[in-house]
């Protein structure tokens, strides 16, 4: 897969850029309370992504069968029938549905939702910066994440903006999968970057995330050179990067070509996102998989402070032992 230059969306201040969730008083997106604007679209397909719906960049609909009451006003709204509620529940033809949200609007119990609403950057950074307050309290800001931002890279540059010009604390979460150009360009509003490391064998990064690794690497490099301060992320999923030998390997390149990083978090597998699969009719690869212990999880991170990166951290559900 290229990662060349995608359209992407935005720029111009009056066009749009398209969001799935802007998240209030998040705690793990970079320090302090933070709001973080979540992008759709993202060139990697990770066997382990617990946001899905970050992953298409288009509008998608979501059938939540706690809420639904039966009432089939959806069906009727819905002008290309691709609606059908029976006794297994509601099926969703994706190939008629064009997410035009009428019949999330006629649903009288909130069963049906659109993910994916359009922004203009103005618009974005209004929501944002309501919590001014909080930010500055507790030297937190905004965090643009994904999907992937570097997917609407006008919109993001142009969010980034708005927010550094406002006095925000800014940071972009990044899978690293990007032009460097246009991670150029969104560097020069960002005041430190998030950084997802995931496998450091190219053919088991291939594999699990469906891109190169190499230009994951030269885009590390390119970042860290840039002064900014790095906090590289590192998902643990049982099976798949949970190995030592990986997070050992993650951690000599970190130290020895990353000299701005200043944190290395280790993300604990999270199985929880499984209903979100089924409410997009996508299939969730590690059904079943079962969450690493806290033992685990701290001999790993034993062995990511031998590799002298300056703080380790791990966070996330474990399971007993």
Not at 69 to 84: K, S
């Amino acid at each position: 897969m290229s990662c060349s230059e995608p359209e992407g969306r935005g720029g111009d201040p009056q066009q749009t850029g398209v969001v799935f969730n802007i998240q209030r008083f998040s705690i793990e997106d970079g320090p302090g309370i933070r709001t973080t604007v979540f992008m759709k679209g993202c060139p990697m397909r990770c066997v382990w992504c617990h946001n899905p719906e970050g992953i298409a960049f288009e509008r998608q609909l979501m059938w939540f069968d706690v809420r639904c009451i039966g009432a089939r006003d959806c069906l009727e709204a819905c002008p290309n029938g691709a609606l059908e509620l029976g006794r297994s529940g509601m099926t969703i033809d994706r190939e008629r549905c064009d997410a035009c949200g009428r019949c999330a609007d006629a649903c009288p119990a909130r069963a049906l939702e659109l993910v994916g609403k359009d922004y203009t950057p103005h618009e974005a950074f209004q929501e944002v910066y309501r919590d001014e307050a909080f930010y500055r309290n507790s030297g937190g800001g905004v965090t643009v994440s994904g999907g992937e931002p570097s997917m609407q890279p006008r919109f993001v540059a142009e969010l980034l903006r708005l927010s550094k010009e406002a006095g925000l604390h800014t940071a972009l979460d990044t899978c690293g999968f990007a032009s460097g150009t246009v991670l150029e360009k969104l560097l020069e509003s960002a005041d430190m970057v998030l950084l997802d490391l995931k496998h450091m064998d190219p053919a088991k990064h291939l594999e699990l995330t469906g891109v190169e690794l190499e230009p994951v690497l030269e885009n590390a490099r390119m970042v860290s050179s840039s002064g900014r301060p790095v906090w590289v992320r590192t998902p643990v999923v049982p099976g798949c990067t949970d190995s030592a030998e990986n997070i050992a390997s993650i951690g000599r390149f970190i130290a020895e070509e990353l000299p701005s990083v200043e944190r290395w978090d280790l993300l604990a597998f999270n199985n929880t996102c499984g209903s979100k699969y089924s409410r997009l009719d996508m299939t969730w690869e590690l059904e079943g998989v079962p969450l690493l212990s806290a033992e685990a999880m701290e001999a790993l991170a034993e062995k990511a402070r031998a590799a002298g990166v300056p703080e380790v951290c791990w966070s996330g559900t474990t399971r007993s032992s």
